[in-house]
């Protein structure tokens, strides 16, 4: 590997930035030339390509987004389109790709690596930490860390009113930003894609509470709980229980922005390095993860959606420290 390219593809999340500057840092560091390429696949198939020095990643380690520019492309879906995203690469000398995404785009990389002869890596980037093969993905902890800090400020509202405030945070197939934000903020109840939502259940409860006179109450929900999220919640709570004063709350994309955590800078930081190791050493077409706080590798094909296990005695925690 001489010249490698480096994008950011699929949804946006927060160290971005970090693993970008970590990846063309460190190529320059092994004497290879590093090219940027813009908005994921369709700055391959259109050919917005670019050189970058060391210089073209100064201050950004701190900043959410992404200066590459992320989106989703529909001609990287069709051969013709890869094809003509190989050309633009060829025709420039690069011969290895770190994609930073999610599974989506490392089901992109996966093609492309089998129909071309440009090696892959792939680093997990996304906020949902919904990926198989890694402990971390770039993203997660800004966006749970961005979760508390609104519930908290929700939390302040909710006790001058009594209120029972409903929030719904991301999370369409996994629950990690519910479960972790809805413990570090004491919720009452977290309802999560993972497990079945026991609507009956969490009615009893808060009508339980009602009688005790304990009126301010906090239920984090998923975007994918399997009742249909907050306003769902909300709804049918609000049907059972009229007397209580109910507020929803979606928190919604500022759950994505804002300036990543020292944790999301570090694993980027380290991921990054790694993709570029590890195309050096002709280990690629895997996703570099960390397992056990040691880097993982997983194939692409391996690096697919994963529900990771919800550990019960979580849910059990949940049930007695919210009581
Ligand atoms: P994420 O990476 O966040 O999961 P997407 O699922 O939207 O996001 O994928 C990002 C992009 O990766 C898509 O817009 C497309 O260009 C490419 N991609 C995803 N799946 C495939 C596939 N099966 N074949 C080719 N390209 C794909």
Same mark, same amino acid.
């Given at each position: ?7 950011? @593809? ?23 030339? +590093? ?6 696949? @369709?700055?391959?198939?259109?050919? %917005? ?12 380690? &701190? ?7 992320? !989106? ?19 025709? *420039? ?15 992109? !990389? ?17 906020? %949902? ?19 508390? $800090? ?30 972790? @934000? ?17 609507? %009956? ?6 009508? $339980? ?21 907050? $306003?769902? =919640?909300?709804?049918? =709570? ?6 209580? %004063?109910?507020? +929803? ?5 500022? &759950? *994505? ?33 960390? &397992? ?13 959606? !994963?529900?990771?296990?919800?550990? $019960?005695?979580?849910?059990?925690? =949940? ?5």
């Amino acid at each position: 590997v001489t010249r490698i390219g480096v994008l950011t @593809s699929g949804g946006d999340s927060p160290g971005m930035n970090a693993a970008v500057r970590a990846v063309v840092r460190t190529g320059l560091f092994h004497g290879l030339e +590093v090219y940027g390429i813009m908005r994921g696949y @369709s700055g391959m198939v259109e050919d %917005d390509i670019f050189k970058m020095e060391s210089r073209s990643v100064a201050n950004i380690i &701190q900043r959410g987004g992404t200066v590459l520019k992320t !989106a989703r492309c529909k001609e990287f879906f069709e051969y013709e389109g890869r094809k003509k995203a190989y050309e633009n690469l060829k025709k *420039r000398g690069i011969n290895g790709l770190v994609v930073i995404g999610g599974d989506g785009s490392f089901n992109g !990389a996966l093609k492309f690596s089998q129909e071309f002869d440009i090696p892959c890596i792939g680093l997990p980037g996304t906020i %949902d930490k919904d990926i198989a093969g890694t402990d971390f993905t770039i993203g997660f902890d800004t966006a749970v860390n961005t979760a508390v $800090e609104a519930i908290d400020k929700i939390r302040d509202t909710a006790d001058a009113h009594d209120r029972l405030f409903i929030i719904e945070v991301m999370g369409r197939d996994a629950g990690y930003i519910a479960l972790h @934000s809805g413990i570090a903020t004491g919720a009452e109840h977290i309802l999560i894609p993972e497990r079945k939502t026991d609507i %009956d259940a969490v009615v009893s409860s808060l009508q $339980e509470k009602e009688k005790r006179k304990k009126l301010v109450n906090l239920i984090v929900v998923a975007e994918g709980d399997e009742f249909g999220g907050g $306003e769902e =919640v909300a709804k049918h =709570v609000k049907a059972k229980l009229p007397n209580v %004063d109910t507020r +929803v709350c979606i928190l919604g994309h500022i &759950q *994505r922005g804002g300036s990543p955590t020292c944790l999301d800078r570090l694993i980027a930081s380290r991921m990054g390095y790694h993709a570029v190791e590890s195309l050096m050493t002709n280990r690629y077409n895997v996703m570099v993860g960390i &397992q056990n706080n040691k880097m993982h590798y997983t194939p692409l094909e391996n690096a697919v959606k !994963a529900k990771q296990k919800i550990n $019960e005695e979580w849910m059990k925690i =949940v049930k007695i420290l919210a009581s």
